[in-house]
């Protein structure tokens, strides 16, 4: 009787062991760690954050700096600023980010750029493998008395916007966008002849195996036979 009595005592003893450090460790986890907004997927500059982007995870309230974003509220509409990359899970500081920018595409133009935007329903190109800061080349093709003349004519443009039917910007997450407009960014000088080549022929854009090369700007094919149709 008595064993009985001292294994249903130590059986208590042990549950009650177990309850406090299980309410000591929730009490602690509590207060030591605090609900913050990470980055959902890689967030790119210019990116306008949304309900999308963010995923509320527990981190160490250690981690965290008067820099960091905790409420949602300073992040949603905001931009992320040019230079800046987020990593998925990362947290998201206010110094990564800015307010509301008037011309999106024109903050990611180098000095002597202009931005030059394409119609998919006016221009060969698969608009299904594209994404903002890859960069494309342009193809000129002329029809002419013995048939048909193709060739480069630009390289190395930079995509930086993609945009749907109703001018709303496509963000990189969205499955399947409908794509009708590819802003790139071209040299000055080239913007004419852009003009005449779509008048005088069709135009063709592809990615090739650099199209993911950074710093890179348009450069024109100047040994083209079709530039002299667009004198």
Do not use: W
């Not at 309850?19 to 609900?35: G, I, M, N, Q, T």
């Not at 966008?177 to 080549?197: D, F, G, S």
């Amino acid at each position: 009787m008595m064993k009985k009595v001292l294994l249903i005592v130590f059986d208590l003893l042990c549950l009650g062991v177990c309850l406090f450090f299980s309410l000591s460790a929730y009490v602690k986890y509590r207060e030591d760690y605090v609900k913050v907004p990470v980055a959902s997927h890689q967030l790119f500059q210019r990116t306008k954050l949304n309900k999308e982007d963010l995923l509320m995870v527990d981190v160490p309230r250690a981690y965290l700096t008067q820099d960091v974003c905790t409420d949602p509220k300073e992040i949603l509409d905001k931009y992320v600023r040019l230079s800046y990359s987020l990593a998925k899970g990362s947290l998201i500081y206010r110094g990564a980010l800015e307010d509301d920018i008037g011309d999106l595409p024109s903050t990611l133009l180098n000095e002597g750029e202009v931005s030059y935007d394409l119609y998919a329903n006016e221009v060969k190109i698969n608009t299904g493998n594209l994404a903002v800061n890859m960069s494309v080349n342009i193809y000129l093709t002329i029809k002419n008395s013995v048939g048909a003349l193709s060739d480069l004519l630009l390289e190395d443009c930079r995509v930086i916007g993609l945009y749907d039917p109703q001018g709303r910007m496509i963000r990189d997450y969205e499955e399947e966008p409908r794509i009708l407009t590819v802003c790139i960014a071209v040299e000055k000088e080239h913007v004419k002849l852009l003009n005449k080549a779509l008048m005088v022929g069709s135009l063709s854009v592809f990615t090739s195996d650099h199209s993911y090369a950074v710093d890179v700007r348009s450069k024109l094919n100047e040994g083209a036979e079709v530039l002299s149709y667009l004198q």
